[in-house]
């Protein structure tokens, strides 16, 4: 029988669930979590179109271009064998119609293109004497794959950023360079591999997060974040609707590698109709850890309005909350991920006015840029050329990463320190510049042990650099004291989480922390008491966020 490919028995295991924990730049996509995205399209088209079925429309077309295991284009395929069935009374027709006429895929891989191919044919040939398919002409029908190169300006590709120094590569090894977003026109590029001019209706996929640029000397290997190529090509199709999985670090702007202008032009695309949110990617991904969680969209290009956000958190990704508004509706160019929190910013900014937008106003003003005193070959996390003993060369102590060096402090001489040597005399307070967002662990502490740095200190880049600046003020002991005292309460660090969901803690995820009066110390009692916090939003900041731990040293 052709059927029984098409549909698994009960009894037997989907193989594509015994795949779905990889690394997290290409990642297989659990059937479950497929059908939970085909549901929310099926839900979505049918309000779009007076209540009929996508999988009883026999003209709709689908495009996975990122297919890796073929899990999508499998799930669709047994939608539409269901919902044809009126239209294609005999099986054998209807399967040719669906795999021929309505369902494509671009395969990452040579290896992803065998394996989606057995995943929709049952074949690793679409013409094969195996295949469900009947009247496919050639091997590939219609899951495509040909190696695709990068194009190189100077050291790097244009589309993608690859270094030329890592990816340049020969032809036994992956190139990387994905077909879909390496062309400046996208509909002519489809036009090609699929021959002709052919109009998709839904654009749909996993596409790959990330690509390792390689070594860059001080630090550890970098990535730069490409899943967002993908989705501005899926646009620039001009499909009906597009839905991806995708990380949610955008929302927060705590990524690498994506623009400004894109993150500022997605979150206020008005054609994001719903949007899922896991704060915690195994619920999506089992066993696989992605940083500051994961979430699927679904794009309508024919309607425009505010997005219905349901959040999911926890590691089986239970729903906490969901409401219906537009993804900025802050307007400080976030998605503001914790729908609790809105109530209590609402109350901050009844106290303290247009804190958001305006960096004296909120602490993020107080907070150094990253690297404060370090240049690319002195004091890095690494750099060893310190001395251990204070002397007439060497007279300014120096924090350090204490993992690195297996001591918490240095001393420096001027020439040793690149940048903003005048600081260095005045009194200021160091937080460690990455820890754990809280979105990893229910209770994770969201930023590092704050402490004093006495006048005539710096240190690397493992930390920032508070309060050395403050509107030219210069901070007596008791105020830094006073400010670390801000920073340790959970009303502190439960701000600082909605914008901090990675390790990572530039000055931006303090954007929604407002400045006190450092001439007193704070503690969360006052502050809930100033702002006005019910009992409920002050339950929601307590059972967040865990009390601060001394990690510093």
Known sequence: MIQAPLQLQPHNPDVLMCIANLSNDEVFTPPELVNQMLDTLEASWSDANDGASIWENKEVTFLDPCTKSGVFLREIVKRLTIGLEREFPDL??????????????????????LLARRSLYCSKFANGIHSVARVFKTEEGNIWFERTEHTWEGGNCKFCGASKAEYARSKELESHAYAFTHSDNVKSQISKIFGGRVQFDVVIGNPPYQLNLGNTGGNSARARAI???????????????????????WMTRSTEGIPDEWIDGFIDDHRIRVLHDYLDSKACFPGVDIKGGVCYFLWNRDSAGKCEYILHRGEYGETTRSNIEYLNSKGVGIVVRD???????????????????????????????????????????????????????TPIKCYLNKSNHGVPFGYVSERDIPKNLNVAKYRKVYIPAAAWGAARESDDPVLGKPFLGEAN?????????????????????????????????????????????????????????????F??????????KRYGLSDSEIEVIENAIRPMVDDHE
């Open 92 to 113: 054998t027709e209807r399967v040719n119609h669906i795999l021929t006429k309505q369902v494509y895929g671009i395969a990452i891989t040579e290896l992803t293109s």
């Open 519 to 528: 001439t007193r110390s704070w503690s969360d009692k006052q502050l809930y």
């Open 339 to 393: 729908v609790n929190a809105i109530s209590i910013v609402e109350k901050i900014e009844k106290v303290e006015g247009s804190y958001l937008t305006d960096t004296t106003r909120n602490f993020s003003g107080m907070v150094s840029p990253k690297n404060f005193f370090s240049s690319t070959d002195k004091l890095t996390s690494n750099w060893t050329g310190f001395s251990l003993a204070k002397t007439a060369k």
């Open 227 to 249: 899943y967002h190529e993908f989705v501005s090509q899926a646009i620039a199709l001009d499909p009906r609707m597009v839905v991806m999985v995708i990380p949610s670090r």
């Open 457 to 517: 200190s710096v240190c690397t880049q493992t930390y920032l650099v508070i309060g050395y600046e403050q509107s030219q003020h210069t901070l007596s002991e008791q105020e830094c004291i006073n400010i670390i005292s801000y920073i340790s309460t959970k009303f502190f660090r439960y701000l600082v989480s909605l914008k901090k969901r990675t390790q990572n803690g530039p000055r931006g995820v303090y954007q929604f922390v407002p400045l006190q009066d």
